[in-house]
């Protein structure tokens, strides 16, 4: 067998003998029944997290697994496939519980209110998604103070974190900060990642001032690849774990949260208190496992694809390439003379998708996910070459 096939059809075949023929990456189940197979699995993005399935291809999967008797239903979003993935995440990142969240939004906000406590002050980056993109939800919600920190950076500097533990323990009212975030990969720059020994001082002295610790690790496994440290090297780290069922996983939708027994027992109380606790969490979220155990392997594959890719498209002097620093899934890609709506189109009918900035923007913005596996470097790189000569 492929081996880009095996890696990716491990997983699923352990779920369902009747998926043994479908993988992560997308090759459709061989009893499919009306929907066409010629169309499905194929298209290769790079402007997602993820496989990004269609519709026909999502309900087409979660078919499968139903015909194959593995798809077990949940009941509020406890028990089932939500048990299933719950302890299966809670594996991969060495925490003793897990829970899922439907939506990472929540899983950031029930995480920090939880390990607040009576401390309400929280400490982020201030280009996290909890600051920028949960619309003040925990202080709203949850009367947190939420405070961002080193603008513009990838990281909190631990001089500005030391500078606001030490301004909040001296104010009038002396105030204990209760939680430092970190988020790692950052979205908002361009999914670069904290360098790991930033991120053990920081958390090193948060712990020596009594500070609780939550990652937001939405795209959490990709890290490993770029970083060399492992997922479970980070979860140790914090008090509490987040990672994304749908961005880098098969999910439609949805968020694990980890952490130790005590914090998880009973949070789900709260989950539904927001709102949460979804009577049917099964259609977004039971795709999800079967793709978790091959993720890291896929993923490294994937770059080794996209690598190659490069090399080929940079032999014509058209195709440029900028790379971020401590970057993960995502690059940057100019094609002289061409605009990226004009690549864009290009691409279209060829089975490829890509993103585009507003009218006037050269660079595209690129992520490596596994659809890559769906095709060949040499293959690709004719693709754009075609593209590209219009
Ligand atoms: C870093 C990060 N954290 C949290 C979230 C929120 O996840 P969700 O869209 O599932 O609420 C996102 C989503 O884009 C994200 O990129």
């Known amino acids: 067998m492929d081996r880009r096939l095996f890696l990716a059809a491990g997983g699923l075949a352990a779920v369902s003998p009747a998926l043994a023929n479908s993988t992560a990456v997308g090759i ?3 009893d499919a029944p009306e929907l066409s197979q010629a169309e499905l699995f194929k298209q290769v993005n790079f402007h997602s997290d993820g496989l990004d399935h269609t519709p026909a291809e999502y309900a087409h999967l979660l078919q499968a697994m139903a015909a194959g008797g593995t798809l077990q239903a949940d009941n509020y979003s406890r028990g089932g496939a939500v048990t299933a993935l719950e302890q299966a995440f809670a594996r991969e990142l060495g925490k003793e519980a897990a829970m899922f969240v439907p939506t990472g939004t929540l899983a950031n906000h029930l995480a920090v209110r939880k390990l607040a406590g009576a401390d309400r002050r929280v400490l982020v980056q201030a280009e996290s998604h909890l600051y920028n993109d949960s619309g003040d939800g925990a202080q709203t919600l949850s009367g947190l103070n939420v405070v961002p920190l080193s603008p513009g950076a990838t ?9 606001w533990v030490e301004r909040s323990a001296g104010g009038r009212v002396p105030t204990q900060v209760g939680v430092l975030s970190i988020e790692s990969p950052v979205r908002r720059k361009d999914h670069a990642f904290v360098p790991f020994a930033q991120m053990q001082a920081l958390c090193a002295y948060a712990r020596e001032q009594g500070i609780r610790l939550h990652l937001d690790g939405a795209r959490l496994f990709s890290l490993p690849q770029h970083s060399g440290h492992s997922v479970r090297e980070y979860a140790a780290l914090f008090d509490t774990v987040y990672v994304s069922v749908w961005k880098h996983f098969d999910g439609a939708s949805g968020a694990i949260l980890a952490g130790d ?9 709260v989950r539904r208190l927001f709102g949460g606790g979804l009577p049917h969490a099964w259609p977004v979220m039971a795709l999800a496992e079967a793709s978790v155990a091959g993720f890291e392997a896929g993923y490294a594959k994937s770059w080794q694809l996209a690598e190659r890719w490069m090399a080929l498209l940079g032999e014509d002097a058209r195709f440029d ?7 993960t899934s995502r690059f940057y890609l100019t094609v002289k003379g061409v605009t990226p709506e004009a690549m ?5 009918p060829r089975g490829i998708l890509i993103a585009h900035g507003p009218p006037g923007v050269a660079e595209i913005p690129m992520q490596v996910n596994l659809s890559i596996l769906r095709s060949t470097p040499e293959l690709l790189a004719r693709k754009f070459i075609d593209a590209a000569n219009g």
């Open 261 to 269: 027994a005590s914090f998880i027992e009973g949070l789900y109380h």
């Open 28 to 30: 459709a189940p061989a």
């Open 344 to 348: 864009a189109q290009g691409l279209q």
């Open 155 to 163: 990281s909190i500097a631990l001089d500005d974190a030391k500078a």
């Open 321 to 327: 390439f900028r790379r971020i620093e401590h970057g």
